[in-house]
């Protein structure tokens, strides 16, 4: 006999945006059954943003100790032990899942571990490996994710081509990588491998990196990618893979030239695909558009009581964006009107240095017909960045007519953290001249943003 659990809420699949969902309808006092078929957590735990963060520590730790002269600290060699790094990106990861699956459980949340399909808007059924059961419920958030997109490139499927899924687990730093793609992904991985030692080269189809990032911004970072010895092939058209006796051949065209580049091993970074491709998505006549679950503002989707969250709606596929989105999902669902900032969601990228932003960048609000005015400052003024031999890199602020903080994008170290200030300053419609007038800690990295504000308004102080 299939066991049945009655639910007010079932969320489908455990990521950011399912796992938060589940608990803050378990706060708001919903009985909630979240549903995974393998690691809670999703990809940014267990494939994404966590074991690459672990793993570029390690990078980032041997290119300070690669400059450690300057700092009056002998260099006797480094020896890079990628298995001893790989386990403990492996323990930071196992260390989250052991926590996950405590706090699940604590905030009322019951989890089931299988396959959930989707039988009717009051009706999932889950396969887990000892029975059937029929999840029953009044409201239901989808949040099944995406995957790497593999794209159609003659023999894409060899050995020795991997996705970031399989990149994250080499046993052994591969002595040469091409990277197809120059986006997040690409260039975190680039910026984890050359540093570690692999001789790392980028192909990218479009004429510059980062296509959607400020253009200031990329065009400075692709000049240090370039000065930390990785290549890089703009406008370059992947034509075929072929497998070789010494590995890999990569045939593309850069400027009407056939050309080729050897390697041991080829990382394809061009995309995620969504999880909105199930069957029992098509019958039940969820709206599609370009592979993302359409949503309107409570995250309803055009099934009522069928709610969705996360990248498998598309637009910015971050984890905390999906946090949110989640959390909005849950609280609509159970009668609670939220709505998610889409004005105010920072996007990092972990290179070395970080770049993150936030907002419009100058380029948007312009074609946007908002008329702006751009504040500056680079890091190479700045007294903490030049203690911490961090001189590369600038921040800008994107500022209304009135002063109002649209925008802010920082190419430097640490630029992950100090996005949150010009976060808080979208989100609470501040003008520059209030973080122009606020006491910033010196000295500090966050002076850059206190300076920006200031020079959007005409007066930055170090500005030289
Ligand atoms: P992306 O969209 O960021 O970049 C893909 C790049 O590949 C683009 O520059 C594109 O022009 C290029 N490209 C596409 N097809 C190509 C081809 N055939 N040959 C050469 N170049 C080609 O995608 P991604 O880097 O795979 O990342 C996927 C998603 O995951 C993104 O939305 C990203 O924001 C997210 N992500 C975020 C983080 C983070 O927040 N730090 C980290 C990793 C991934």
Redo the contacts with the bound molecule.
Sequence with gaps: MVKKIDTTLAVLGGGPAGYVAAIRAAQLGADVVLIENKELGGVCMNR??IPTKALLRTSEIVSILKKSKEFGIEDKGINIKWDVSNERKNRVVKSLGLGLDQLLPKSGVTVLKGRGTIQNPKMISVWTQEEEIEVHCAKMIITTGARPLV?D?ENIHSEGVLTSNEALHLEKVPESMVI???????L?FATMFSAVGSKVTI????DRIL?IEDTEIATELLKIMKRQGISFKLAA??QRIEQTEDGLEVHYIDKDKNLTLSCEKILV????KLNSDSEDFKKLGLNINNGALVVNENMETNIEGVYAAGDVIGG???AHLAFMEGKTAAENALGIAGRVNYNAVP????TNPEVASVGMTEEEASSAGIKVKVGRFQFRNNGRALCLGERDGFVKIVVEMDNTIIGGQILGANASEMISEITLAITLKAKADTIADMIHPHPSLNEAVWEACADAVGRAIHKI
């Design positions: 994404g943003c794209p490139i197809i793609g120059a986006g997040v992904i690409g975190e192909l990218e189809m479009m296509p058209t992947v970074a061009v995309g995620r910015n596929l971050l996007a990092c990228i972990y």
